[in-house]
């Protein structure tokens, strides 16, 4: 089985890279001249959301350097001793909804302090698989397109991220932890 998705996960991305191209020539369609004009588009659109992608990693920087991470982690303390939530993971589930790379960093922290197969390295793992960069993604996508009314959205995936910390917890515990 495992050698069947190994072969499966190889061949799966060249195989849709010629599917489509298969279906472009079957259909008649211009590829180079179509491909050209995406990456056109995507250019000015990378350039119109470059001061969402600034304003975002800004604010990432400044709650990091502010030191209220330190204050969050002396605040629910008490509450992550009881939960057994290693005092690591509070850094990442703060910073997955503002920032995946700085998640990352962390993540990869978490693992070369604890090792990778550490109690604090799984949950890190589930809590970055599960939860999502919601202000990253609010700031790119909506920023994109033109939207400035974001108020529900924000609250939704705030209410998603924290769901999925919670699974997360839930499931880290009731399979890893010892």
Not at 36 to 64: N, Q, T
Not at 89 to 110: D, N
Request: glycine share 6%.
């Amino acid at each position: 089985m495992r050698e069947i998705l190994n072969t499966i996960s190889i061949w799966i991305l060249p195989f849709i890279i010629s599917a489509i191209l298969l279906h472009g020539i079957c259909k008649k369609v211009p590829l180079y001249e179509q491909f050209c004009d995406g990456a056109k588009e995507g250019f000015w659109v990378a350039i119109k959301i470059l001061p969402y992608l600034i304003a975002i990693m800004v604010a990432v920087s400044m709650f990091r350097a502010s030191g209220a991470l330190e204050f969050l982690y002396n605040l629910f303390k008490t509450p992550l001793e009881f939960l057994k939530i290693p005092a690591d993971t509070l850094a990442l589930m703060v910073t997955r909804s503002l920032s995946g790379s700085a998640t990352l960093g962390i993540f990869s922290e978490i693992v070369n302090t604890h090792g990778a197969d550490s109690y604090a390295a799984k949950l890190s793992a589930i809590i970055a698989g599960s939860s999502e960069t919601t202000f990253y993604v609010i700031a790119v996508y909506f920023g994109a397109v033109g939207i400035k009314k974001f108020r529900h959205a924000v609250l939704t995936g705030i209410l998603a991220d924290i769901t999925g910390i919670i699974c997360a917890v839930a499931i880290s515990r009731f399979f890893f932890y010892s």
